[in-house]
């Protein structure tokens, strides 16, 4: 199958979410580091009290979803922001897109399987944990769902053509 076949709807949609995600990961990674050199530094989703990014990205749950630290040091190059997390994560998908293979459209609904995963559990943190409401955090949620759906309908189509010809 040629590249050309993929349905131009997906096509936009893919470009943007994952356009879209990547940003949202920048921008989280870019606050991250400014709060960090500069505790008095206010980024532009800091809203109010519980209405925190910043309060977020730096919290424990903002490097290796909080758990890693659980198995190597809380300094370890293992341990990266979740933001490094998702730029990979959208760089994937974006680069998986491109193909119609059988084997890439099963790595991105597995992907995103994963990443709805840690979306939930994230906001789960957010919610009753850190009482805290992240508007970057949630439109990261919301891309994620948004590819899932994306990727599990090309997955469909792909089984489906599969079928036809077979």
Request: glycine fraction near 8%; charge should be positive; include cysteine.
């Amino acid at each position: 199958m040629a590249v050309a076949e993929i349905p131009t709807w997906e096509r936009k949609m893919r470009i943007f979410l994952c356009v879209f995600g990547l940003f949202l990961s920048v921008y989280a990674l870019h606050v991250e580091l400014s709060r960090e050199h500069d505790a008095g530094y206010r980024a532009l989703c800091d809203l109010g009290e519980s209405v925190s990014c910043s309060k977020v990205f730096t919290s424990r749950w903002g490097r290796g979803f909080g758990l890693v630290q659980f198995f190597v040091a809380k300094d370890s190059p293992l341990n990266q922001p979740n933001s490094v997390l998702g730029v990979v994560f959208y760089a994937l998908q974006l680069g998986l897109g491109l193909s119609l293979s059988k084997k890439a459209a099963l790595l991105l609904v597995l992907s995103s399987w994963v990443s709805v995963a840690g979306s939930l559990y994230l906001a789960a943190i957010l919610a009753f944990v850190l009482g805290d409401f992240c508007m970057v955090c949630v439109s990261t949620y919301l891309v994620n769902f948004a590819l899932l759906f994306t990727n599990v309908k090309r997955r469909s189509a792909i089984e489906g053509q599969k079928e036809k010809a077979g």
